[in-house]
């Protein structure tokens, strides 16, 4: 794993505790999970990308239809299947900018305060492979430049928020982009520039 994204993986794995027991819980309180959700329609398969430790899947679950997931933590996908044990969820480990799945093989693609950690072309790079995947790409991401997570993550070198330019770049436009009112967050939905992608497995 190159240091950038060993140095990111190893701080997140070790504020885990404090996310799952704390933000991941004003989201679930909130409704920010379930409205990313929502906005993908009637969906039968959906996968997550930066799943952590599958805190938006316990969400997604309630649907029952089967839940895939991926991240660069392993200590996180151990966490996730544990948690998934009596549920057909699949975790797989990889990385956002390289996603090792066929063309076509989701209704809908997920994420949700992840985005940040990828420098601006790494964004592009991801938007672009999740559009080989899914027509419909939902989002739960810090988008206001105007707020103390915003102003966070300029410290720590997070420059680049999310745009609706930068869909346009990776082949998507956006579709819907809300401001729930908290969180600093924008929760939205992008769908497919063309038609469908075709490419082989890897």
């Given at each position: 794993?190159?240091a ?32 990313a ?13 930066g ?27 151990k ?124």
């Open positions: 794993m190159p950038r994204p060993k140095i990111i993986t190893k701080v997140l794995e070790s504020i885990y505790p404090l996310h799952d027991d704390v933000v991941a819980i004003k989201f679930i309180e909130r409704g920010y999970y379930k409205r959700l929502e906005l993908l329609g009637n969906w039968k398969r959906i996968l997550e990308v799943c952590g430790t599958g805190r938006l899947l316990e969400v997604a679950r309630e649907n029952g239809k089967p839940l895939w997931g991926l991240d660069i933590s392993l200590k996180f996908l966490i996730s299947k544990e948690r998934f044990k009596d549920y057909p969820a699949d975790f797989v480990y990889g990385t956002a900018t390289n996603l090792p799945f066929r063309s076509n093989s989701f209704d809908g693609v997920l994420t949700f305060t992840m985005i940040h950690h990828l420098t601006k072309e790494e964004k592009i790079q991801m938007i672009e492979e999740i559009a080989k995947l899914s027509d419909k790409y939902a989002f739960g991401e810090v988008g206001k430049r105007i707020c103390w997570s915003a102003i966070l993550l300029k410290i720590i070198g997070s420059k680049d928020l999310i745009s609706k330019e930068l869909f346009k770049k990776a082949g998507m436009k956006i579709e819907r982009w809300e401001d729930p009112k908290g969180f600093c967050l924008i929760i939205g939905l992008a769908r497919r520039l063309s038609g469908p992608v075709r490419r082989d497995a890897r």
